[in-house]
């Protein structure tokens, strides 16, 4: 079941932790994916908080939104690239994308396979897909504060294997958000250290969000 736009809204731009929650995943993405000049970027799912920095380089960003969730315009004071779509059937031409981010997407579909099958159409050959979803071992699927805390868990085996079976290669694969889930201020502002000490201490500290890129395959 997805979440309501306008809840997510309210969460990663008017709330001080999905504030941080934005930044350390966005920050993430961008470690897989420094730049994407003249490339074709789409989001799926509530992804756009991830997707503003590739605005001035890439060829064209587009962000889809699922019915069952809602749209909202964005960016704020650009010209619009959020699109309302059905979950598994999207106007997009076969293999537009170069790089797509699913986020809040895969793990509240309530038809993962068809989604799969939608997101490897629309990717072009080679074309890559992160997939982030919450982490079954983290704190953050247990709490419903935050979105991560709706839906179906993964764990890295169970999203690799689900990939695999839909002609998807896992290529990568990082965990971040090692913070409680807190709104308290300590926490929110010693969040640079928890991403530091988790990133190094992944097997005793495990992230609320588990990132995973893989590429499309073609026979």
């Known amino acids: 079941m997805h979440l309501d736009v306008q809840r997510l809204h309210n969460f990663y731009y008017r709330s001080a ?3 941080v929650a ?3 995943v966005r920050d993430q993405v961008l470690a897989f994916w420094p730049e994407a000049k003249q490339q074709c970027v ?3 799912g509530f992804a756009v908080p991830l997707l503003r920095p590739y605005l001035p380089d890439a060829r064209r960003v587009i962000g889809l939104m699922p019915a069952q969730q809602g749209v909202m315009p964005w960016p704020a004071g650009l010209p619009n690239v959020s699109v309302l779509s059905e979950e598994t059937l999207w106007p997009i031409e076969t293999g537009r994308f170069d790089k797509l981010v699913v986020m809040h997407g895969l793990e509240t579909s309530e038809r993962p396979s068809a989604l799969l099958e939608e997101i490897w159409r629309v990717l072009g050959p080679g074309g890559s897909a992160l997939f982030i979803v919450p982490n079954r071992a983290g704190l953050w699927s247990r709490s419903d504060r935050t979105p991560f805390g709706f839906g179906r868990p993964y764990s890295q085996t ?4 689900q990939l695999k079976g839909y002609d998807f290669l896992p290529e990568r694969h990082a965990t971040c958000l090692f913070q409680p889930p807190s709104e308290r201020p300590f926490w929110r502002k010693t969040a640079g250290m928890w991403e530091r000490m988790g990133a190094r201490l992944t097997l005793a500290v495990a992230g609320g969000v588990l990132i995973v890129e893989a590429t499309k395959r073609v026979q």
């Not at 169970?158 to 294997?161: G, M």
């Open 17 to 19: 932790l999905g504030r």
């Open 22 to 24: 934005q930044r350390v």
């Open 42 to 44: 789409g989001g799926f």
């Open 158 to 161: 169970q999203l690799e294997n």
